[in-house]
């Protein structure tokens, strides 16, 4: 485990009382463990601008009645296939199936592969997780 660093932080007392809230909200045991958390997903968010390779999940709902949308989403994930680690399909309903596509890659090819499948018509919802490969932060 890496060294751990104390430091002081100055901020002006309602910042400080807004940030307190947010902390208990969200059940933080600590300022530590907020600040800790803020500043990796801020580190991730930086890994998904330069270009290193980054790791996330792709979400999509859709019917699967509509047997060409799920031929396409089967095509685009198998001409991408070096960017997709596993795939869940779950069956929500008589109708309904959500999808969710692990990710590794660069994050423009990433970026690229989500909103083709999320461009897609019949698509009802499609969303990308930004996680990381955990290498860097
Ligand atoms: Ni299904």
Known sequence: MSQVVRFGVSLEKELLARFDNLIEDKDYPNRSEAIRDLIR???VKK???????????ITLVYNHHKRE??????????DFHQLIISTQHIHLDHSN????VVVRGK????EGLFQKMRAMKEVKHGSL??????KSI
């Open 41 to 43: 997903e801020t580190l």
């Open 69 to 78: 949308l799920v031929n396409k989403l089967m095509d685009i994930q198998h």
């Open 97 to 100: 199936c959500l999808e969710i």
């Open 47 to 57: 890994e998904w601008t330069k270009g290193r390779e980054v790791a996330g999940a």
């Open 107 to 110: 994050p423009g090819e990433v």
């Open 129 to 134: 997780t930004m996680a990381t490969t955990g």
